[in-house]
């Protein structure tokens, strides 16, 4: 029996593929390459949204696997009660790392250091020169501590930190230091003058940054968001930034698209970058690694890498 792939890239673009595969390209367009019903292995189109990433998924009644190219499911999860039971959800763990780790850096380091006033002021020939702070002896809290959050850890120990904690579901050591339970951020949050958001978007974590959350974080803080825009409540925030007490990079928003007119785009304070974590130069490469590795274990029946749940269990 061929077992039928559907990959977002072009077959011939990825080294190593394994043999006796049937390759489908299909990302997202509006004609599918052929019968969902004969796909075993669905590779989920990379930042096209929620609406395209189901739309195949009710007819894929013979698929065993769906891998994401994130490491978020949220996207996908909508359409996980249309398929089979014991189908495989597979995410992008690994891949996104480097890319969304430098970009929180960037975040942090622009925010603090007033890039985008400069920008202002070279768009209008003005020499804005003045004290700013440093990232140097700040304390910085990560608050979910996966692959990602330990790549962002990575790149901030030579900038001489004070100190950073660590927050994850559940408690855990690690050779940096502990990582604390999401309980404890009551009293770690007034300690941090940067807060990186990296959880994922769940039940339990979606509007994790309320109100409550952002009255106890110290004033003039911080708050990175590299997760997703659901994780924050996009009106309490707008009051912190409004008031002039804390300070905001957001990769992410929700809404998300932002559209044109919503009043966090002319905020005080804040910083947006339009969801660029992930799509960098560095994307496809890790991609590509992963993809081979999955289908050649998919192949040879060999456990996968990154099952995140498996349907109907």
Known sequence: MTYEVWLPFPPDELDGLPEGLDYRHWNGEEDFPAD???????????????????????????????????????HVQPGLELLPRGVRLCNARGVHDASTAELALTLILASLRGIPDFVRGQDREEWRSGFRPALADKSVLI????????????????????????????????????????????????????????????EQTKGLAGADFLARMKDGALLVNVARGGVVDTKALLAELESGRLRAALDVTDPEPLPPGHPLWHAPNVLI???????????????????????????????????VLTTGS
């Open 143 to 202: 608050v979910g501590y996966g692959a990602v959050g330990s790549a962002i850890e990575d790149r901030l120990a030579p900038f001489e930190l004070a100190r950073v904690a660590r927050v994850a579901r559940s408690a855990r050591e690690t050779a940096r230091g502990p990582v604390h339970p999401i309980s404890a951020l009551r009293e770690l949050l007034p300690e941090a003058d940067v807060v990186v958001l990296i959880t994922p978007l769940t």
């Open 273 to 307: 970058s339009p969801h660029v974590g992930g799509p960098t130069s560095a994307f496809f490469p890790r991609a590509q690694r992963l993809l081979v590795d999955q289908l050649n274990r998919f192949v040879n029946r060999e456990p996968l890498r990154n099952v």
């Open 36 to 74: 969902p019903a004969d796909c075993a292995f669905y590779v989920v189109p990379y930042m096209k949204g929620g609406d395209v990433s189901v739309r195949p998924l009710a007819d894929m009644t013979s698929v065993q696997v769906v891998q994401t190219l994130s490491a978020g499911i949220d």
